[in-house]
C-alpha cells in the first residue's frame, strides 16, 4: 500500500510554469507504475501522464505533449510534474496516482492523492 500527496499548485498566468510534485509512502515505491490525471469542475478526469516503474518510459495525453514532463526519483519516493507554457484549459485538479500494473492511461490506478489545484489565469 502506498500513501499519496500532491504540492506545488497555484495561480499562474497564461505562458507560465509550475512544477507538481507527488511525494509516496512506503518502501516499495518503484513497484508502481506512477500517473497524472486532472479534473476540470463538471468534467470527467482525464489523463495527463504517466510513467514507468523504472522511468524509463512516459506517455502523455496529446494536449500536454510537448509542454509536460513526467519524471521520478525512487530513491526520494517521488514523482513530478513539469509543466510549461501553461494555457486557461490547464485549469484543473491534478491528481496523483499509483498502480502495480503495468502503465496505462485509463484511470485503472490503485491508489490515489487527494490533489492539487491548479489555475491558469488568461
Known amino acids: 500500500q502506498v500513501q499519496l500527496v500532491e504540492s506545488g499548485g497555484g495561480l499562474v498566468p497564461a505562458g507560465g510554469s509550475l512544477r507538481l510534485s507527488c511525494a509516496g509512502s512506503?518502501?516499495?515505491?518503484?513497484?508502481?507504475?506512477m500517473a497524472w490525471f486532472r479534473q476540470a469542475p463538471g468534467k470527467e478526469r482525464e489523463f495527463v501522464a504517466a510513467?514507468?516503474?523504472?522511468?524509463?518510459?512516459?506517455v502523455y495525453a496529446d494536449s500536454v505533449k510537448g509542454r509536460f514532463t513526467i519524471s521520478r526519483d525512487n530513491a526520494k519516493n517521488t514523482v513530478s510534474l513539469q509543466m510549461n507554457s501553461l494555457k486557461p484549459e490547464d485549469t484543473a485538479s491534478y491528481y496523483c496516482?499509483?498502480?502495480?500494473?503495468?502503465?496505462?492511461?485509463?484511470?485503472?490506478?490503485?491508489?490515489w492523492g487527494q490533489g492539487t489545484q491548479v489555475t491558469v489565469s488568461s
Open positions: 496516482a499509483a498502480r502495480t500494473g503495468p502503465l496505462t492511461t485509463h484511470p485503472r490506478y490503485d491508489y
Open positions: 510513467i514507468t516503474r523504472s522511468g524509463s518510459s512516459t
Open positions: 512506503g518502501r516499495t515505491f518503484d513497484s508502481y507504475a
